[in-house]
């Protein structure tokens, strides 16, 4: 049985947000994933972000696939409902949860198998409707599940843990992401919570597509000398391209920012991103600038984290369909049910 | 036997060449003129430039089944002249564009040459026109030949292309040009005609995709998720179209939303999605589709998500014949995904019936929580049938099964998601948002207790599944029970029909009493089987089984699901994609029968 209630303790000193809710409040069943591994690095960060966002949690639906990464949303957010779907599907899940009510937020949760092998082609047609979510892909080269075959995303250079070479070249969830028209796209690192949290919280707050590609070593199959995608190397070679603050709705911006370094993006919510430009040569608001940053980091064997790209200003599906403003799963069935005086109208004409 | 208002004509053409709308018209004349009238359209999975063909059957007595046998044969396409010419019955007519004159293999059929391509050549320049108005001067010809309501088929023509003025005006002289060639040229009417009748009086003519799309629309559905596969393609359009006329707000908002879907796996993932997000939400599609659709069905079945999925049931198997039909996928679907895994599945027999089965599968799929197949096929689904129209009850309320809001979580003690309170094996659910801190559950296609918990425990597990099996008995007191026709209570013989198939077997079963043999009938509306199933098959000896497969599945399914004696049942299977014909269903049971056998009743 790998089911493990967490019992819930309260300590008078936990500190609350605005809800009156601690971080417990938040959190899950007990992770079941090997020790060290760095999803539970993400499930905390999920956890510190949603609690310092002051997030009702039951307004939260996570969704996932199959594998490690989507046993995730087991360990967090235990008052929110969850779907543990079928593999590489967890994309076109949320899109049918996200049609019947699109006031929640839809925090989707896969691996890099799930989503850059089994799950890619529902990947890039998520991207492209725009569908507004959080997609958390917890990154980790391998299938731990199934004893760390190689995946889709790992390095050619990086042979696995008995020294197999990788004969193939990644695939970059950022890239296909950014081409395919994702309105948010960052990379993090599950060692560089600083960096993780505000980047959590600004997915949150943004509407629309909202793409995390967070690296997160497998202690058990990828964590080995000549792995990258283990703590080691990705700490050494870990650049930053820009540093997030992320600052709410109601709140003032209380630090003084340089123009020419730093970049303010308002969301639709009204929350801002301060972003603090680490490489100059980047711009955030380009995609063809961010592809390059990307590509170029990456040629040089760094990773390059950060808010890669954003466009503050994407529809999201809705939008673009034109659905009713109100949730579709709360209309009553006397406005959906057109009645049979109409019926007849209808009849007539087919006669 | 043919005669007035009892005759098949068959139009052999071109597709892509415009062929369709006018032979449309001319069916629908023959209905508005109170006629019983089954047309149906034999066409090619291509665009253009492939035989198509439209039969059209006129029955005053009502029998809407294909008829063998082609009356009269309106020969447009060269291509198929051969087989086309075979099929006329001796005494019977040919019309054909004689403005290439042939000569016709056979001397007992009489034949009408018309130079249509050449009347069309004198009276329009544009090479188009010339092509498309061919198609309304045989039309006009037949109106004359066969006598039809001049009033009414311009009636028909005004309806059809409202809004298009210059274009009906051409419509008519095409029609005027060929009906004065044959009233010039042929003794008219022959004697298969037409004449006004009361058969068709209060009907409707519709295709079941359209008349499923409306279902759905009644039912509430607002997520409508698909790919494009014939023959399903026409419900997600039908419903689109609906969705602007009747489903949009002042501000031009609609409170429905229809994705077109990258594949069949992300349609049914997405319809998923919404049923466990408490909307009502549907698919369509055909047999790759329900491969394609097999996993996320077990998990829809086992995390008990309700959805809807229209099956419109081609020819297979693979890709097999696409726009054919066939009664097929009743296994795949009734077991469709690994494991223990069966699912409810309804069975319309014609559009009336896509729009309450339809509608219906919709409360079904919320009461029992779990998938609902709507199983028609291309010949309903695409060909225009005569029916009843539709009716909605008013004070009908619409069944979301159980489902605990905030208020009823508040009061629920000991909720849990999958636990069996009621005894009936359907447990509670809770949509997402509904409550800060109760009703919160995770969803999964692993194993689990009834508190939606992962669990490894065998024992555990088992009893979930039983719990699930307990359902699907109470599912089959819940769905529509099967319709049976007793027209003598002291025969043994009886047979088992469902779907498309009804038409020719109520023929059959007349043509049958004819010949001095009673044969009772029983038509499944649904799986799994309601008690009254196993009870008809119970009180006769012999049970034909007619369907459109060549694995007689839905025997199977009786001997497997409602254990009855295999050697009672006996297979009556047609499966050329043709829709079938009484004289199949009455040939077969006679030849079963011996000669006999039959003097003896």
Same mark, same amino acid.
């Given at each position: ?28 069943? +007990? ?115 199934? @004893? ?12 696995? @843990? ?30 560089? @919570? ?79 991103? +301060? ?77 | ?532 199933? @196993? ?67």
């Amino acid at each position: 049985m790998s089911y493990i209630q967490k019992p819930v303790a309260y300590h008078p000193a936990l500190k609350k947000n605005a809800l009156g809710l601690t971080h417990r409040d938040y959190e899950g069943a +007990m992770s079941t994933l090997c020790a060290g591994c760095g999803h539970d690095s993400i499930t905390a960060a999920i956890i510190e972000a949603c609690f310092e966002l002051d997030l009702p949690a039951h307004r939260v639906a996570k969704i996932s696939g199959i594998g490690c990464s989507s046993k995730a949303p087991t360990y967090f957010l235990g008052r929110s409902h969850g779907f543990n779907s079928v593999h590489g599907r967890m994309p076109s899940v949320t899109t049918g949860a996200n049609l019947a009510n699109r006031e929640l937020v839809y925090l989707g949760v896969s691996g890099d198998g799930d989503t850059a092998s089994i799950g890619l082609g529902q990947f890039a047609h998520v991207v492209r409707r725009r569908l507004n979510m959080i997609y958390v892909v917890m990154n980790n080269g391998c299938y731990g599940l199934t @004893k760390g075959q190689f995946s889709a995303t790992n390095d050619r250079t990086s042979p696995s @843990k008995k020294g197999d070479p990788n004969p193939f070249d990644p695939i970059d969830l950022c890239q296909m992401a950014i081409q395919l028209g994702a309105g948010f796209v960052a990379r993090s690192f599950s060692g560089d @919570k600083r960096q993780l949290i505000p980047l959590i919280k600004a997915a949150i707050g943004y509407r629309g597509f909202a793409f995390l590609d967070v690296i997160s070593p497998c202690v058990t199959f990828n964590n080995h000398p000549a792995s990258t995608k283990s703590y080691d190397y990705v700490r050494a070679h870990n650049q930053a391209i820009d540093k997030l603050d992320f600052v709410p709705e109601e709140s003032e911006i209380t630090t003084d920012y340089d123009e020419g370094t730093s970049v303010a993006v308002t969301l639709h919510d009204g929350s801002r991103l +301060m972003l603090h430009k680490l490489d100059q040569s980047h711009d955030p608001r380009d995609a063809d600038a961010a592809l390059m940053t990307i590509r170029r980091r990456a040629a040089e064997g760094e990773v390059a984290t950060g808010l890669l790209y954003v466009d503050e200003n994407q529809q999201d599906l809705h939008d673009v369909i034109g659905t009713s403003p109100r949730p579709l799963n709360a209309i009553p069935m006397a406005e959906l049910c057109p009645g049979s005086a109409k019926l007849e109208s209808i009849n007539a004409r087919l006669r | 036997m043919s005669g007035v208002n009892d005759f098949v004509c068959k139009f052999a053409t071109v597709n892509g060449s415009g062929s369709a709308s006018a032979n449309t018209m001319f069916a629908k004349t023959v209905f508005r003129m109170g006629i019983p009238v089954s047309p149906k359209n034999i066409f090619p999975s291509n665009i253009q430039g492939l035989p198509t063909w439209y039969e059209v059957r006129v029955s005053e007595k009502g029998y809407l089944a294909r008829r063998d046998g082609i009356d009269l044969m309106v020969a447009m396409n060269p291509q198929t002249y051969r087989e086309d010419v075979a099929e006329v019955v001796p005494g019977g007519w040919l019309l054909y564009d004689s403005s290439m004159p042939r000569q016709w293999p056979r001397e007992d059929i009489e034949v009408l040459p018309i130079p249509i391509a050449a009347i069309c050549a004198r009276k329009w320049s544009d090479p188009r026109q010339r092509q498309l108005f061919k198609n309304m001067v045989y039309v006009g010809a037949l109106s004359a030949l066969i006598d039809m309501d001049l009033d009414v088929l311009k009636g028909v023509v005004a309806d059809q292309l409202r809004g298009k003025e210059k274009l009906v005006a051409a419509n008519l002289d095409a029609i005027a040009l060929g009906r004065d060639y044959a009233l010039t040229h042929f003794q008219c009417p022959l004697p298969i005609r037409l004449r006004r009748a009361e058969g068709a009086r209060g009907k409707i003519m519709v295709t079941g995709n359209r008349a499923a799309a409306l279902g759905a629309i009644y039912a509430g559905a607002t997520v409508c998720t698909w790919y494009p596969i014939t023959p399903s393609t026409s419900v997600a359009e039908a419903f689109e179209g609906y969705v602007k006329r009747l489903r949009t707000d002042s501000d031009g908002k609609t409170l429905a939303a229809v994705v077109q879907a990258e594949d069949e796996l992300a349609a049914i993932g997405m319809a998923i999605g919404a049923g466990w997000n408490g909307a009502r939400a549907f698919t369509a599609t055909s047999g790759p589709g329900i491969s394609l659709m097999s996993e996320f069905l077990g998990l829809a079945y086992f995390a008990e998500v309700p959805v809807v999925l229209f099956n419109v049931q081609r020819g297979g198997p693979s890709t097999g014949m696409p726009t054919r039909t066939q009664q097929s996928d009743i296994m795949a679907c009734a077991y469709a995904s690994h494991g223990d895994t069966k699912h409810v599945l309804l069975f319309p027999s014609d559009p009336n019936e896509c729009f309450s089965l339809g509608a219906e599968a919709f409360d079904l799929a919320e009461r029992l929580q779990t998938p609902v197949m709507v199983l028609s096929d291309l010949d309903i689904g695409m060909n225009e049938w005569m029916t009843e129209p539709f009716a909605w009850d008013d004070a009908r309320v619409h069944d979301r099964g159980k489902v605990l809001d905030a208020a009823g979580l508040d009061k629920a003690l000991d909720w849990g998601r999958y636990r069996d309170m009621d005894g009936d094996g359907i447990a509670y659910r809770t949509l997402p948002g509904a409550h800060p801190d109760k009703g919160a559950f995770f969803t999964r296609g692993t194993s689990h207790d009834s508190f939606a918990r992962y669990t490894e425990d065998g024992r555990v597990n088992a009893d979930n599944l039983r719990r699930i099996a307990r359902k699907f008995e109470t599912a089959a007191h819940l769905v529509p029970k099967p319709e049976v026709l007793t027209r003598d209570a002291r025969s043994r013989l009886g047979v088992v029909y469902f779907g498309a198939t009804q038409p020719a077997v109520l023929e059959a079963l007349d043509d049958l009493e004819a010949d001095g043999i009673r044969v009772n009938a029983m038509r499944i509306k649904a799986f799994p089987f309601s008690p009254e199933v @196993k009870a008809f098959c119970d009180a006769h000896d012999r049970v034909f089984v007619v369907e459109q497969n060549r694995d007689a599945q839905m025997r199977a399914l009786l001997m497997i699901e409602a254990g009855v004696d295999g050697d009672k049942l006996i297979a009556a299977v047609n499966f050329d994609g043709m829709p079938l014909t009484a004289a199949f269903v009455r040939s077969t049971i006679r030849t079963y029968m011996g000669p006999v056998k039959v003097a003896a009743e």
